[in-house]
Each structure stands twice: as C-alpha cells, then as structure tokens.
C-alpha cells in the first residue's frame, strides 16, 4: 500500500516514555524522538510528541500520511484489572471452566498456592442449553433463550463473553446466540470465541475471548480520543494499531479484538532485531528491550524472531499468536528497597511516569534504578533526554542513602552498586531462561541492547552470561518504534482440525489449505491492499499421536506432506533433542497469515561525524572508589575510534556503559558493537 504523502510515523507509548520514530521519504532520513507519556490520556502525550517532532524535524502535520502506533493500554487495562464488567455465556455444565482452569502448581511447595485469577464472577457466568460434539455436529440444538436473556438484562453488563463447546468447529451457535444478545442489549460489545480464538482447549479458548470482551470498551475509548485527536491542525493521517504477532491492523479489527494488541509495543523490538539481524549479518541474537517499568527478551534465530501460538498476561492464558517473548518487571524506573529480612531488592514495583526516579525532581521518594545510575556518575544530569530533563543527583543521592545505605550500613555509592547487581542477575535469569528451555547456548548469541536503560547494563548482563558481544544499535532508546515503523499488515486466521499427516488425508488437507488461503486473501481485499502487495503464510501445529501438547512448524510449501513433516520433525529434535520419525503425525490446526505490504522508503545511511571529537572525562564509582571515565558522544563516533572500558557513551536518548575488559567500535551500519577482550 503507498501513500502519497511523504513523511510516516511510529509511536511506542511506554509506561514511562512516548517513543517516536519519524521517516521522511523525502530524504530517507529516519530521526527519534522522545516524550514522557500521559498516564491520563495517552493520546495526548502521543499528539504533544508528534507536534515536538514537527517542530524540531522541520515538516509539517499535514504531511504524515500514516501512522503506526504501538500501546501498552490493553496490557495495563489487565495489569491493573481496569476492565469492563461482563457476562459469559458458555454451555450449561461448563459455567465453571474458567475458574477450574488447569491444575498446574507452580509454587508447588506452596500449602496455599495463589489461585489463578478469573475475571468474570460466578453470579455472571450463564449457562446455555445447547450442546455440540467435538467435529461439529449438533447433539443437543440451541434451546430457549428466553431465561437467560432475562439474567443479562438484569445483570446490565459493560460486555458479553460468549464461548460454546466445541463453537471452532461449527460457530452456528454461538452467531445465533450473538444476534439473539444483540436485540435483547443493543450497543453492548460481543465476543465470540468462534471468532477471535477458534480453536481447540476450552479453558484456553474461554479465557481469551473473556480478555478479548472486557478490553472493547476499555480500547474503544481510547481509540475514540485517539480519532478525535487526529483531525487537530491537520494532523490526519491514515491509522495502523500493533499486534501481538508484530504485524498491523487497521483501527475496526483492533476494536473487534483488542486482546490481539496485548504484546502490541514490546513486539515492535522484536521485528527491530530481526531486521537489525540481517542488516548486521548477524544471525543470531538475544534482543533484550530495558524500559522504564519492564526487561522483554526476545531471540532471533537463523535471522527469525519466534512466533508462538500462546502466551499469558499476568496468568491469563491468550490463545492468539504472538512474537515469543519473556518480561519480568525491572527497568530504570524499577524500586529498590530493603525487604524486612534485610534483603535488597529492585522491582518489580515501578515508580512509572509519574511520579518518576527521584532524579526526576517530580515527586518520587523511592529509589529506583535509574537513581543508582545517576549516584554512580554515569549521567550527564545537563544532558538527558539530550537536555530536555535536567536530574536532580544530589535528591537521588540523599533517597539511596536514607532507604537503602542506611539499613545496610552502606555508603550512598555502594548502595547503588549493590542495587545494580541485584538488578543485573535478575536480567541475566531472564535471558538465561529464554535461551536454556529452546536447548540454546548464550555464547553462541549476540546480546542486542536497546530501551532507554538497555546500555546502562548491557555489557555487565552479557558478564554474567558468558556472551562476548553487544550491540548497541541506532536511536536504542526508541528501538520498538524503529520495529514498527518497518511493520506490514498482518492477520492470523486459524482452524483446529483433528487431522491425520498422511497421504490417504490429503483431499481433506488441501481442501482445509485452500479455504483458509481464500479467508486471507479476501481479508486483505477488505482492507484494500492492491493485489501485487498481498501474501499468505501457511502454518500447522503438529504433534505425535497421544502428545498433550504442539508444535508450530510453518509451511511454506503447503499441502506438501513431506516438507511439513521434515521440519517438524526437526523442529521437535532441536527442542526436545529427540524425533520419533516413525511415529503417526497429527495436524491440529491450521493457521494461515495474511501480510498486506506497506511500502517502505529507503532509509538513508548514516551521516559521518563533521570532524574527530576527542572524548571528556567524568568521575564515576566503580568498585571501591571512583575515576575519570572517558565520555563519547554516539553522534561524534568515527569507525576508526575506539572506546575502551570503563567507558561511556552517551547520545539524547540512552547512555551506554561500556564495562571494564571491553571494546567498542563503531559499524557501517551505525551499530557500536563492543567486544570482550579480557
């Protein structure tokens, strides 16, 4: 799809920060830019970054003619259980699943476990006589719906969940109860699970279309300031919201199904490693995104960031695809205390946007990570956000003395030490983690660092890991916009169908292939994406005969059988280090992806640095005492320099912390790779 006019926009909102990132085909230059989020109202923090950008870039609103925006507000509707009050219906005898869920432990030492949460009360989950067998076929028809039309009447929901046994297998059901809701409750958001999860495991299922109605409102009001908003000074561009799965979609399907923009931000770092990845020729990397409130892992293998057909928010399992990633909560706004056992922790309390670190001079009392950074000298506290914050150090210093130097007998210096080490094994578990459950070894990676506080840390958690590389690509500090910007429509459309992988099915498997090929294209149709610009992924979970679980292997010869089979076969070897090559095969579900390509302006290359910059010194603690660190400014690096730690660099939007034993180069690309030479 193209668009006339000349200048694109992505927008990451944070829980801290708003992060922009600004293409101007005009010249293929590519700038960031950075404002602090409005909690209230995101879209005015939005709306304020993209005038600041005007302002400093030189172009006017008029110009942008499209915008793709990334958002943490369903995430945080569910964190904070800011959800609308809703109804379920399911069939009678099954009112119960969602709070049943699965009987898995893990705190399985814990005598009284946390139960999982369950966001509909007993009292608003109905019952439906109806019922259907697992291949579609109607046992007990879809009885009087009188009765329970009344219930919802008086339970006068915000929205309607509605999830029918085995409803992905024959949605007739649920469609006639749906329409039957509609006329008893007109303008009350639906769900069906028939639509938004169509697929087999009924907790899973009821979960995901649970989320998926109480995040309609939430998201719809949004969205409704969001467009009201855009035709302010001109401003009218033509609007794409972020997935889970990293792909785009236009502002009707976001509102249908929200719970697809559950990993919506975090996912644009993903697609910015993969595309780093080959930019870089580096094929394998763990891309580890440090924010103001989270720590996201992703790895990219063979130049692939990993899809998954499940995750959870907060232990509510999402049955939708999504870029593979991990998220513990530790990042620069992240609180550091001393617990009643004399224990010093960081996070995953946040001190968010508002009121912010101490340094921030807007209210915060409480240490946080970003304030041990800031104790410790390694911020220019004239020069951050390229000098549009100035921070309070001698605040930071007093809040690291009196909440946590004091209880542990500690100097304000060595608190903060102590605070960043606490913080630095709890990133290296996360990325260890993500790399061991896939059989993976951290030293065959590349750690790729970005996120505002990324650099602060990145070559102390690659230490910690064993792994002798760091990249610390361009604008790092608004590296998920970078990822969105280059972002393509993106629709994922599934069918559990029990099928056998073998030949005497093929009839049915391609008939299953073609029709789900057909879906894909005329949703791309719908969204008026020109046919040269249309493509379809074909996919299949697949698992042995009797397995409990899948695998997602893609398909991009489909219907060929022998293709599909080899790699899931080698798909199950690498994670399981073991095939069972003559056991029967089963395809569980089909999925198919319909991509509608954006088009995307060449991005220009790097501007070589004026004239050589020799770096300044700083005084920053390490160990026992401090030193003059040498600083350099990103902007004024050349390929021939080199930056030997200690060390930092600084540009407007990050600072990174070149660690003892390492090395620093500039890339032709605009990458400092640092190496580890002792």
């Known amino acids: 799809m193209s668009l006339s006019r000349p200048v694109r926009i992505a927008v990451d909102i944070g829980g801290t920060f708003t992060d922009l990132q600004i293409l101007d085909a005009r010249h293929g230059r590519v700038v960031a830019w950075k404002t602090p989020t409005t909690p209230a109202d995101p879209s005015e923090g939005l709306l304020t970054g993209v005038r600041e950008a005007a302002a400093r870039f030189g172009f006017a609103l008029e110009d942008v003619g499209l915008l793709l925006h990334g958002t943490t507000i369903a995430t945080n509707a569910v964190l904070e259980r800011k959800l609308a009050r809703g109804v379920l219906l399911t069939t009678a005898g099954f009112e119960d699943v969602l709070e049943i869920t699965r009987h898995v432990r893990r705190d399985i030492y814990g005598l009284a476990p946390d139960p999982f949460p369950c966001l509909i009360d007993r009292d608003l989950r109905f019952g439906v006589a109806e019922r259907l067998r697992a ?196 990042g620069g706004g992240s609180i550091a205390a001393v617990d009643a056992a004399g224990r010093l922790t960081a996070g995953p309390r946040s001190a968010g946007a508002r009121p912010g670190p101490v340094c921030y001079g807007r209210g915060g009392t409480e240490p946080t990570v970003t304030d041990a950074n800031a104790v410790l000298g390694r911020f220019d506290p004239d020069f951050f956000l390229g000098g549009a914050m100035k921070l309070e150090l001698a605040a930071a210093r007093a809040a690291m003395a009196e909440r946590i130097g004091a209880k542990l007998g500690l100097s304000p210096e060595q608190a903060a030490e102590g605070v960043l080490r606490v913080t630095n094994v709890q990133l290296a578990a996360a990325v260890r983690l993500s790399l061991f459950e896939k059989g993976l070894d951290p030293r065959d990676f590349a750690l790729l660092s970005f996120g505002g506080a990324g650099g602060l840390h990145a070559t102390d958690v690659a230490d910690e890991l064993g792994i002798t590389e760091v990249v610390f690509p361009r604008e790092p500090g608004t590296l998920s916009a970078y990822g969105i910007l280059f972002s393509d429509l993106a629709q994922d459309i599934a069918r559990s169908r029990l099928t056998p992988a073998d030949p005497a099915h093929l009839p049915a498997i391609e008939a299953e292939v073609a029709a789900l090929r057909a879906e894909a294209l005329q949703r791309l149709a719908d969204d008026d994406v020109p046919e040269a610009q249309r493509r379809v992924e074909i996919a299949a979970d697949l698992r042995y005969r009797g397995q409990a679980f899948e695998l997602l292997v893609p398909w991009p010869e489909a219907p060929a059988l022998p293709g599909l089979l080899a790699r899931f076969h080698a798909t199950h070897r690498a994670r399981f280090s073991y095939a069972a090559e003559g056991e029967p095969v089963e395809i569980v579900t089909f999925r198919a992806t319909a991509v509608g390509h954006l088009e995307k302006p060449e991005e220009a290359a790097p501007e070589a640095p004026a004239a050589a910059t020799a770096p300044k010194t700083r005084r920053a603690w390490q160990g026992s005492g401090t030193s003059d660190w040498p600083v350099w400014m990103r902007d004024r690096l050349r390929v021939t320099d080199r930056v030997e730690g200690p060390a930092i660099i600084e540009e407007a939007f990050a600072t990174h912390v070149i660690g003892a034993g390492w090395i620093a180069a500039l890339d032709p690309e605009g990458a400092i790779v640092a190496r580890r030479i002792a």
């Open 135 to 330: 291949d579609g076929s109607v046992e007990t028809p879809l009885g009087d719906l009188g009765p329970v039309l009344d219930r919802l009447r008086a339970a006068a929901p915000e929205a309607v969940a509605i999830g029918l046994l085995h409803a992905y297998a024959n949605p007739a059901h649920e469609r006639a109860l749906r329409d039957a809701v509609a006329a008893a409750l007109p303008g009350v958001p639906i769900s069906l699970s028939s639509d938004i999860s169509p697929e087999i495991r009924e907790y899973e299922r009821l979960s995901t279309t649970v989320l998926n109605a109480l995040l309609m409102p939430v998201v719809r009001r949004y969205l409704d300031k969001l467009e009201a908003r855009l035709g302010e000074g001109g401003f009218a561009p033509r609007l794409y919201l972020v997935q889970s799965n990293g792909g785009m979609c236009s502002l009707r399907r976001a509102a249908e199904q929200p719970a697809r923009l559950l990993l919506s931000g975090p996912s644009g770092g993903a697609l910015a490693a993969e595309r780093i990845s080959r930019r870089l020729r580096k094929p394998n990397l763990v891309a580890v995104d440090m924010g103001g409130t989270s720590f996201d892992v992703s790895v990219v293998q063979d130049h692939r960031i990993g899809l998954v057909t499940q995750g959870e928010v907060d232990r509510l399992p999402v049955r939708l695809p999504m870029v593979e990633m991990r998220t513990i909560g530790a």
